[in-house]
């Protein structure tokens, strides 16, 4: 079996898959943390693969920029494929100043102003929630494996927010107890799809900007330099 956008047959993905947003990230992921691993999707280089960690199965997926492109193939690996665990990492922008580039956030629920749910589901929803679950997981082994996380509110855009031509109106449009640490660009659609499909999802990011600082992560600093919030999430589906 296989969809328009994943030539993956049944059985080719596991229960629990772990998705960057960077085809070339989710490569280096199977490449230097899993062990037997086998490419099972390749359609629009949008790599999948599945390996073992410590010997489990776990499979790494990338998913794109944005709430269409995660929406579908988050969407698809629910329904099609019958992954019940998907863990997204991925890079935040800062809006905190006691955030550090690197620091790793993990979210408790996402505002966004965009309209994906209105027309996947007819549903007018703006504030989505990660599963407890998985979230109680990555706590859990953070701690474990002595590495610091902040936890707290995010927010999802549908563009780039260093372009924005004025931050401050999206901020204000925030819900005003919302108080959101960090943003990115993908964590409402896969939260929304878990929710209508009864499956679970979560979102750990890295920063590598802020509003408060100038310095940004390179480019092969978002690949490769993530290793810390890597490690956690493998640490965390090998735990489920």
């Known amino acids: 079996m296989s969809t328009p956008h994943n030539e993956a047959n ?4 596991a229960k629990t898959v772990i998705m960057p947003g960077d085809p070339l990230r989710a490569k280096y992921i199977a490449e230097n943390f899993l062990d037997d691993f086998r490419l099972v999707n390749s359609i629009r280089g949008m790599f999948a693969y599945t390996g073992k960690y410590k010997g489990k199965e776990i499979s790494i ?4 920029m944005g709430m269409p492109s995660v929406g579908i193939y988050s969407y698809e690996l629910y329904k099609f494929y019958n992954v019940q665990n998907i863990i997204r990492i991925g890079s935040c922008g800062a809006y905190k100043p006691e955030l550090k580039l690197f620091d790793i956030v993990l979210s408790n629920a996402v505002f966004s102003e965009s309209n994906y749910a209105l027309t996947l589901n ?3 929803c703006h504030i989505a929630y990660p599963s407890s679950f998985l979230n109680e997981t990555i706590i859990n082994t953070s701690k474990n494996n002595d590495i610091t996380i902040t936890i707290g509110n995010t927010v999802c855009t549908d563009c780039f927010d ?5 931050i401050n109106q999206f901020l204000s449009r925030i819900p005003k107890d919302f ?5 990115e660009m993908e964590a409402f659609a896969l939260f929304y799809n ?3 499909l009864n499956k679970n999802a979560c979102c750990l990011m890295s920063v590598v ?3 408060y600082i100038t310095k940004v992560a390179t480019p092969t600093e978002r690949q490769t330099g993530l290793n810390k919030m890597i490690l956690l999430s493998l640490e965390s589906a090998y735990n489920l």
């Open 10 to 13: 049944m059985g080719d993905i």
């Open 61 to 64: 997926m990338a998913h794109g």
């Open 122 to 124: 007819n549903d007018n």
């Open 162 to 166: 260093i372009y924005m031509t004025d």
């Open 179 to 183: 108080n959101p640490l960090a943003a």
């Open 194 to 196: 878990a929710k209508l």
């Open 209 to 211: 900007d802020s509003k």
